[in-house]
């Protein structure tokens, strides 16, 4: 059972920026992908960024390309999620969650084995 740990969420003013960091228990392998999702309140778990832990390859989600970049630690068997010029609407709680198995990363929750119990994200006007 792997575990992860979110951590760097916090408050900030718009347009300020933070690093998130997703810590696996465990070692990820490389043909797993590892996925930044988030949540506002009253609305849908909504994936990020993806990335495919060994290769490297990414995805996001049109929306916030050029202002998110996801990269990875292989050796702290860690994720971080950079977040740039933050908005309001970028708010909620953010996870991580590890697919196990996967080719192009995706970013539908339904691909992932395990999840972090998220951070929180606070972006004021």
Known sequence: QMQLVESGGGSVQAGGSLQLSCAASGVIASSACVGWFRQAP????????AIRFGAGLT???NSLKGRFTISR????????LQMSSLKPEDAGMYYCAVDLICGSPPLQAREYH???QGTQ???SS
């Open 121 to 123: 994200v606070t972006v």
């Open 42 to 49: 009253g609305k849908e778990r909504e994936g990020v960024a």
């Open 114 to 116: 395990y999840w972090g």
């Open 59 to 61: 995805n996001y989600v």
């Open 73 to 80: 630690d292989t050796a702290k068997n860690t994720v971080y």
